[in-house]
Each structure stands twice: as C-alpha cells, then as structure tokens.
C-alpha cells in the first residue's frame, strides 16, 4: 500500500476503511482464525450485505475451503506473502490460463498459466490489465431500478431479493422472453442456458459479438459440416500465407499464434549454418502487426482475398495466367506473385493460409481449396472440434427476433444498444414490459433496462471454459466481491430454480460453485482440487479433420464481389477490443502498434487516397455506408491499400465509466452489416467524403525513421547461414576511450537483459505488464500529446523503404543499465547511482526535479512527474489496492525509470538467502519478460557462465544500442533474421516489400 498521504481528500475515515480493507483477515499475533481464514468467507458473502453483518470489510479474501492456493495446501495468511492462484481469463473473445498474485489477500498481478497448453504462461495486455478492471470505481455497486419522472428517468437502490422476485414474475408471465449473452460461455454455463431455456419454453438464446468471425466459422460448418475451427499451427509450417488475417495481434487465439509464430522463427547460434526458419506472406488491407513482421507484403483490397487465393491455386496447378492477370489489375508484383506461388507448391505439407474474420464466405472456401491442395488439414492445421466460443447469432436471424419484440428482455454481459446501435436494441427494450442489464458498469445497454445488475469481476467469479477437446480450464475467485454484485451465472440460476418444478434437480443446487463443481466432479479422472491448483484438465485430444465438400466450395468461391470506389473494414482496436474494455486507462493509454495513437480511433487511409480526398492527418471525413454514416478523423497510414478505408470499433461510448466517456472517439459500430449482414464488418461499395473540422492526435512516437542510423540492425537468413555474426559488418564501432575507470562486476550479480528482435513481434503486451507491476500512472490523451507519457518501457518502430509499402522494424527500449550510465554523472544530488550488481538505481526521495539526468540519457528512457498522474484519478479507496506494495508509488517532481524489476531480484536474493544457496537461473523474471508472448526477452545473472543469458550476451547475433557512446549498455539485442525468397532477396518492388 502506497504509504504517501499528503492527498486532501482522504480522510481519517477513508484511511481507516483502506486499512481494514488491507488487511481485514489478521489478528495481531496473525494467526489463524477459524472463522476469518483467507478461505473463510465466500459462504457467508454470498452479497455485500452478509460480509458486512460479519464485519468484515468488501475486499475479504476467498470460499471458506472452495478454492485452492497453487502451492500450498491449507494455507494460512502472512502478512506481505504472496500466493499466487490459477484461474481463467474470461473477459476477452477467448479464455487464457492465468495466474492470479496475491498481497494480503488482495490481487495485485496477473501472469500466464505455465500449465496452461494454449497460452503456456504468457499473457496479453488486456489480462495484465484486469487488475486496473477489479477496483475500478465506477463499476455498479448495488442493484437499482428505474423510476420513471416524466422525460427523464432516475434510478434507486433495490435489494436482490426483490429484483429477483420482479424477475421470475416477469418471466412465468412473459409471452416472449429475449437472453442474450456474450459467446465465451463456458461448459457449465451452456448447461446452464440450456436449462433456463427448458423451464421458459418461451425464451429465445442469442449470442451477441461485434467482433465475430461469424462469416468464417459459418463458411466452415457448410463446407466441412460440422461445427468448429480450424487451428494454424505456425510452428509446424515453413510457408505461412496471410490474407488479410492479422493473427499476430486479433485474430484467432493470438497469444497461442504468437508462441508459435515465434517458435517456428528460433535461432540457435551453434546451428546457423544450417538453420531453418519460417517464411511469412502477408496480402492485407491494412498495415499490421503480421504484416509488420512480414518476409514478404503486399497491399490489396479486400474484395480482391478471393480471386488472390484462387489464382493461387491455379498457379500452383500449372496455370499461371490468372494470377499473373490479377497481378496486373491490382498493381501488384507479378514476380513477388510467382515466387509465393512457387514456395506453396514447393512446401506441401508444410505450408497453410488464413484469412481475415471479416472476409466474406468466398474468400474462405477459396483458401480451404486452397489449403486442400496444400495438404494442410491434418498437419499444418488441425481441427478443434469444441471452440471456445459458441457461434454468434446471425444478424439476418437477429434481425428477425428484433423485429417480433419481446414481454423480457435480459442482457447477461452484454451492451447492445452500443455495440449494434443499427439493430433496433433499444426501441426493443423500451418496450419490453421488464427489461434487465446484468453488467460491470452502467453501460448505454444497462442504462435504459428497468433493472440494473452488478456483476461480479472475472477475479471474483466462479466459472470455466473449453479451449479444445482435452482442455478446460476453470476460473475460481481470488477475492470475494468488493461491492453487492452478483455473477451473471448465479443470477441466472437462481432465476432457472424459481421456475423449475419442485423436484427438479437444479433446485438442490446451493449455488453457481456447487453447478460447477458438480460438472467437473462427473468426469472420469478429475480431482477437483487438483484442478483448481493447477487451473483446469489439460490432457489434449486430438479431432478428426473433417473433410471439404469440394463442389460446395468450388460453387461458393466463384461467388463474384462488385467493389465500388471505396471499401470499408471495421476492426476490432488493439487494446478495448469492441469497447468492453474502455474505461480502463491501462488500456487506453497504450499505445496503437502501428500509428502509436493513444486514446482515440480513427479512419486509416493510403496516402494517394488522402490526396485524391484532399485531406491531411486529423482532418475529419465522413464514411457512408448503406444510407449509415459516421464522421472521423484521417489517419494517413503507410502501407493502407489505395481506396481502403479502416475503422476501430470500441469508441464514442455515452456511457460506461469516466474513462470510456473520457476517450471520446466515434461509434463505428453504426456501420455493423449496413451493406451485408452476411459480411457485417466489410463494404465494399463505401463512400468517403471530405468534411470540415480536425482533430489532433496523441501519439507516443511521431517519427518513424532512424535517419540512417544502426539502431536496428537485422539480417537475412542466408546472411546468417554464411556467418554467425554479420551484424559486425552492419555497424560502426570506434575505439573506445574511458574517461572514468570501469566499475569491477565480476563479484557478486551482474544483471543483464537479451531481446531477441528475430522474435518480438511489437504487440505491447511488455508496456503493459511493466505498468501493472511497477505502479506506473496513467497521464490522459492532452499530456500524452505534450510527450509527458509514463511508461517504462516503449517499443519503437521504424519504416523504411518505400513509403507507400514499407519495411518496418520494431524495438523494446528501455532503461540500458549503463555501467558508464551519462545520467548519473549530472545528477546534483546523487539521486540516480550505481548498484554493486550493475543496476543504475533511483532514489526518489532524493531526486528534486532537475531534470538533467533525463537530458543526458541518450535512450530517452527516463520519465519525469510533471503532475501527480495518480491523484486527481484516485476517487474512491478502492482504487489504492491495485498498487503493487512492493513498489514505491512517484509523486509529483520525481523523475522514474525501469528498474530491472529490482523488487523481484531483491525476492528471489532473500528465497535463495533463506535456502542458503545461490540465486538460481530463472528465478527473476522481469514483469516484460514474464509477459511476453513471443518469448523474446531473456533476463538473467552475466556473472553466472551456466545462465541462459551468458549465452546470450555472446550472440553473433548481438548488438548494443549506441554502442559508439561508449555508454556500456546492460541490454543486449539480438539482430531480427529475415527469410526472403531467393527469388525475392533485395530491393524494394512495386506494390509490395521484400527483406
């Protein structure tokens, strides 16, 4: 707990309330209490009103004997020591193992499931940021109804007993019932639906998602006929082919696409002679994080997918007329073309094809002929036959159940009226005699029901989800309810029992833990508090590939598109997805990976469409669609197809949270299937229209160019296969002069950092780990814009080559930990010094604002407090638990950097300390080494000759930023590897870019 209390507007009380709510569970010798034992308390908090009669206060620990630490057996809390928790991360499209930790019975971090077979420990930006999520204070705390006063409506509290009791004589009266959920329901909760759709025959399930591969996933239960998905498995492929699918960053499992991604990308020094490596092609629309990490792009419209992928599979059977044909319509590189054509035929069996979500039905039976003739399924893809997601409601079907109204409406986890503002959601619940929004926040759904229900957080619920066959996972609470909320599913249940006949079995059940419990405890081999210590069944099984019916898919891939001047793309934004996440700051703040725009969306278009428009960036233009329009700002984006428009879903939020309203931005939504409800995030007959106004972007980076410079250095796969180290001849190192004598680290720690650039894909997911460990601040859209942002650690990107289509690159940088550190010599009060392990260190307390350290970094890494960030967003004491203890929180006029995550060295020092033995390799792993998904940063002792990072820092491959300063960087990069074709080795080409 942040012990800086010089904050006008805590009182006595408020502090009083924090401390209890810290530390509610110890008695003053801290032994353990029977009745107040971290586990004691989920019975008799079944709502905020029973924690209280106990007197205890909101952030009380877990299930009295329902949920298991993952190490400990029967544990017993101590004051300041960890325990970690395995659940499941169910907020986003698809459900990850996490590992939840814990400080005094509060979380405080979220990191991978190592155990867990589809993200295996690492963790995206969104699951670090769930923390920020949990003691969000505008989250609804109680239940309320509205009461209508003439125009306006007001809302009061309401107890749950009586909101259920309206409920459940709503229902047995109801003609028509409408329940509507998100598609990440888990086993047991479609057990559940199905149930509560038995005893109200009268109800009707839809499954509501924005951001839906629902045009993919149908094509695919018609042409293979069954239900599921198709699984790319990168790691096994040698020729990857990308239509318009960016799977690095939002497509398909992403976290489990970049392990293997990356994985099929590994280098190992001692085989360089003989290494092999992945290809990756991208054609897409819209410039990428896949397509930044391309061997091989180049830009087409989308309406152009299918006819790519069928000329694709002529070439490949001789007849190379179609595409050399399309090559010259679309302006492409006939010759970049051929060799793709080339390498596929080349690499049966080891070769696969996605495609975009959001292309339509043609484009996705063109790429399964395609994959056929590749030999793909069975090998380089394989069949899930259980998703993790149901298949979403059609919206021609949607349309329909709209049209005929309904007596209830109940909306679990769902906010159409923002996310479908087209589908008539809200005229639906106006008139619906009961209407029920069962939600995190006051969304713009929930604002119009009759009823208002708070939700239980992901961290404070039951639950459990199917990833494949073989693999579930379950999600326990690792904190009982901060405020009177209830889980969507116990609601549910509760209702189902109230109109279940009296001996049905469901009656029986206590509560949403027992239904789940009870699920899992009827498979043959589960222990149940087996599973939940190591957060679920992980035994996976391998599915029957379904075979094609190839004369289905020949008839729907010779479909014909009839583009017209404009195309439009609607895609989910990287971070608040479809804008369930956008009142969280974390996730505002970070970063766009191509544009680095923060809180904002916009239009993204090619530079020749910008000036065929007459607009400049920030200028306002309007995109109609189906007699829809919405007004954005232009974002000229490199590497945009000429003539393609791309729109962030996710923004223009009117309710929801102070952040979301905050943010601003337009709803794009109102553009969902305008042109094709079959194909509802793709138009390819848009207009596009120049309007007055302009709006002014907050970027982390303005400048993509290196300017010559060696900063990044990469290679190609040949270059590497002829010599190890070729990056010595891609730099400049001078001879060296000291002008102090250097320090002696050959005692003792010498901590150093490796980033592998051949496997980091530029996803973020490090910047945002690194915030939630290290209590970094959230500044907002204006300080953003006058470059005060607070993060510790950045990824640059530059671009090169041609403008239009260029060769990008990425870069983490951090704070380098300089042994000859040009930030310590300036500082006049020896705030910033030396470490005997090799750390440059901050001592906040000593630092006055000068500001000269940060004028002589020449990483520019260093931050400084112009403001206090933290204070003017800290409205309620709830909001002070997500502090990570371990780490001191910054004030105003103090300068920050990264620290090497110094308190997770300093822990594992003290465990290695108390066994009597040298720290271990791998025992401190930083927040964004931890995170990473492509594995790409290494940490580690120099000191140790047996530590993965020994090795490393010997690298061919390696390099040090600015070397040439002589500044003695503590983190080593490693040069990015390219495979190019040897058609294709260098030079740049029309319409495409080439290693």
């Not at 299918?306 to 190379?320: F, K, P, V």
């Not at 229900?453 to 609470?477: F, I, K, T």
Request: net charge neutral.
């Amino acid at each position: 707990m942040s012990q800086y209390r010089e904050k006008a507007y805590h009182s006595d009380a408020t502090i009083r309330l924090l401390k209890q709510a810290a530390l509610p569970t110890h008695t003053e010798d801290f032994s353990p209490v029977d009745d107040v034992t971290r586990r004691g308390v989920m019975k008799a908090f079944m709502g905020a009103t029973a924690a209280l009669a106990a007197g205890m206060a909101g952030c009380e620990r877990k299930p009295k004997r329902k949920i298991i630490s993952r190490v400990d057996g029967p544990e017993h809390q101590k004051p300041g020591r960890v325990s970690y928790y395995s659940s499941t991360w169910m907020e986003g499209p698809r459900p990850y193992g996490m590992l939840v930790r814990t400080v005094d019975g509060r979380p405080i971090k979220v990191e991978g499931n190592p155990d867990h077979p589809v993200n295996a420990g690492v963790s995206s930006a969104a699951m670090q940021a769930t923390i920020l999520s949990l003691y969000d204070p505008d989250r609804l705390r109680r239940p309320t109804r509205r009461v209508a006063t003439g125009s306006s409506g007001t809302r009061e509290d309401v107890t749950w007993q009586a909101a259920d009791e309206r409920i459940v004589n709503a229902l047995r009266e109801a003609k028509s019932v409408l329940l509507a959920t998100r598609s990440t329901l888990g086993p047991s909760g479609r057990d559940l639906v199905e149930r509560f759709l038995k005893v109200c025959p009268q109800a009707q399930h839809v499954v509501l998602e924005s951001a839906h591969d629902g045009p993919r996933r149908s094509t695919w239960a018609k042409l293979y006929g069954a239900d599921g998905e198709w699984r790319p498995r990168f790691d096994k492929a040698r020729v990857i082919l990308s239509l318009d699918s960016d799977f690095l960053a939002g497509d398909g499992a992403v976290l489990e696409n970049i392990r293997a991604f990356a994985a099929g990308r590994e280098l190992h020094d001692e085989n360089h002679a003989s290494a092999e490596i992945s290809r990756l092609y991208v054609i897409e629309s819209a410039m990428t994080v896949t397509g930044s990490n391309a061997d091989h792009r180049l830009r087409l419209r989308p309406s152009a997918m299918t006819a790519i992928a069928n000329a694709l599979r002529q070439a490949m059977a001789g007849d190379a007329e179609p595409l050399g044909r399309l090559a010259e319509v679309c302006h492409l590189d006939g010759k970049a073309l051929a060799a793709l054509a080339k390498d596929l035929a080349a690499h049966k069996g080891q070769a696969l094809v996605v495609a975009g979500p959001h292309l339509p039905p043609a484009a996705h039976a063109a790429v399964a002929l395609l994959n056929e003739a590749l030999d793909a399924p069975g090998k380089t893809l394989e069949w899930n036959s259980q998703p993790a997601s149901l298949a979403v409601t059609p919206f021609q079907e949607l349309r329909a159940v709209i049209g005929r109204g309904a007596d209830v409406v109940i909306c679990l986890g769902v906010n159409p009226v923002y996310e479908m503002p087209a589908m008539g959601f809200e005229e639906l619940l106006n008139k619906a005699k009961l209407s029920v929004g069962h939600d995190l926040h006051e969304t713009e759904t929930v604002a119009i029901c009759t009823l208002a229900l708070p939700s239980n957080h992901n961290l404070e619920s039951w639950n459990d989800a199917v990833c494949r066959p073989g693999v579930e996972s379950l999600c326990q609470p690792v904190i009982a309810p901060l405020f009177d909320t209830r889980q969507e599913a116990e609601s549910l249940l509760r209702w189902t029992q109230a109109l279940a006949v009296s001996n049905d079995p469901i009656r029986r059940l206590p509560d949403w833990h027992a239904s789940v419990k009870g699920r899992w405890q009827k498979a043959p081999g589960r222990v149940w508090n087996e599973q939940l210590r190591v957060g679920g069944w992980f035994r996976p099984e391998a599915a029957e590939s379904p075979k094609l019916d190839r004369a289905a898919a020949e008839a729907m891939a010779n479909a014909e598109a009839k583009p017209g001047k404009y195309e439009l793309v609607l895609v989910p934004h990287h971070s608040v997805y479809d804008g369930r996440f956008a009142n969280n700051g974390w996730l505002q703040e970070l970063p766009d990976p191509v544009s680095k725009i923060v809180w904002d969306n916009w239009a993204a278009v090619s530079r020749e469409t910008a000036e065929s428009l007459g607009v400049n960036e920030g200028d306002m233009v309007s995109v109609a669609v189906g007699g829809r329009s919405v007004c954005l700002p232009v974002v000229i984006q490199n590497g945009t197809a000429d003539d393609v428009v791309i729109a962030q879903l996710g923004y223009g939020h009117t309710a929801g949270g102070g952040i979301a309203r905050e943010a601003g931005g337009v709803n794009v939504a109102a553009l969902l299937s305008a042109e094709n409800p079959e194909v509802p995030r793709l138009a390819v007959n848009a207009e596009l229209r120049k309007e007055d106004g302009n709006r002014r972007f907050a970027r982390t980076q303005k400048y993509f160019s290196m300017q010559g410079r060696p900063i990044v250095l990469d290679g190609t796969l040949e270059e590497y296969r002829r010599e190890v180290d070729f990056v010595k001849h891609k730099r400049h190192r001078p001879r060296m002069v000291d002008m102090n004598p250097p320090a002696d680290y050959s005692k003792g720690h010498k901590w150093v950092m490796a980033i592998d650039l051949a496997r980091c894909i530029g996803c973020g997911a490090c910047v945002a780990a690194c915030q939630a460990e290290n209590n970094i601040a959230m500044v907002g859209r204006d300080q953003v814009g006058k470059s005060r942002e607070m993060h510790w650690i950045r990824i640059d990107r530059y671009e090169d080559g041609d403008p239009d289509n260029p060769t990008v690159r990425h870069q983490p940088m951090l704070c380098q930990q300089c042994d000859s550190a040009p930030c310590e010599s300036v500082c006049p009060v020896n705030a910033t010094a030396h470490s005997p392990d090799g750390l440059n260190e901050m001592v906040y307390n000593r630092c006055v604002g000068t500001r000269y350290c940060s004028n002589n970094c020449p990483y520019k890494a260093r931050r400084f407090n112009y403001l206090r960030y933290h204070e003017p967003r800290l409205k309620d004491p709830v909001q002070e638990l997500a502090f990570n203890p371990q780490v001191t929180v910054r004030s105003v006029g103090v300068m920050e950097k990264c620290t090497f995550c110094v308190q997770r060295i300093n822990d594992a020092k003290f465990a290695a300390l108390n066994r009597g033995q040298a720290v271990p390799d791998g025992a401190v792993r930083t927040a964004c080494q931890q995170a990473c998904p492509a594995g790409a940063i290494v940490f580690g002792d120099a000191n140790d000759p047996n530590s993965r990072i020994s090795g490393l820092k010997g690298s061919g491959r390696g390099f040090l930023v600015l070397e040439e300063l002589n500044t003695g960087p503590n983190v080593v990069y490693l040069a990015r590897v390219r495979n190019p074709h040897p058609d294709l080795a260098t030079g740049e080409t029309k319409g495409g870019h080439h290693a």
